[in-house]
């Protein structure tokens, strides 16, 4: 087995159905890389970049994540993003507006349920310039 099955979900939708040679997830306790035949863990996701070698590919497979439960099994790796998007999907300048527009929306919130609202879009926003920063340095190398 050279290869094992990867989800990525999120509320809205599944980001990633398929097999995955390697992956990189950006958990709490740091930059995760995971093989077929891993042993079964379970971790938190922090925001930042899913890395995926997909077979007959060459580039990588991006996704940002905000944030989400990682869970690890020898022949599946399934991620439950919070917010998750493709690197195809995703655009610089919107992607800062919504930094903004987040930033914005945490000074201002007056209750915990504006408050989480306004930190979840923050760390999207934060978790797609992350991503996006990542595919720069990648092209420059």
């Keep these: 087995m050279d290869t094992m099955r990867v989800e990525i979900v999120s509320n809205e939708q599944n ?3 398929g097999e995955a ?3 990189v997830v950006p958990t709490q306790t740091g930059e995760l890389g995971i093989y077929p035949r891993h042993v079964p863990i379970m971790n938190l996701v922090r925001p930042g970049v899913v890395r995926l070698t997909v077979p007959n590919q060459e580039q ?3 996704l940002a994540v905000s944030g989400g439960l990682l869970e690890v099994r020898p022949d599946k790796l399934t991620i439950l993003a919070e917010v998750a998007v493709r690197s195809d999907e995703m655009d610089q300048a919107r992607a800062e507006e919504a930094r903004k527009n987040a930033e914005e929306r945490l000074k201002s919130a007056t209750d915990a349920k504006s408050t989480a609202a306004a930190e979840a879009a923050l760390a999207a926003a934060i978790a797609e310039l992350k991503t996006l920063d990542y595919i720069r340095s990648q092209r420059h190398k």
Aim: charged letters at 20%; aromatic letters at 22%.
């Design 15 to 17: 980001i990633y159905s």
């Design 21 to 23: 040679k390697f992956v």
């Design 60 to 62: 990588e497979v991006l």
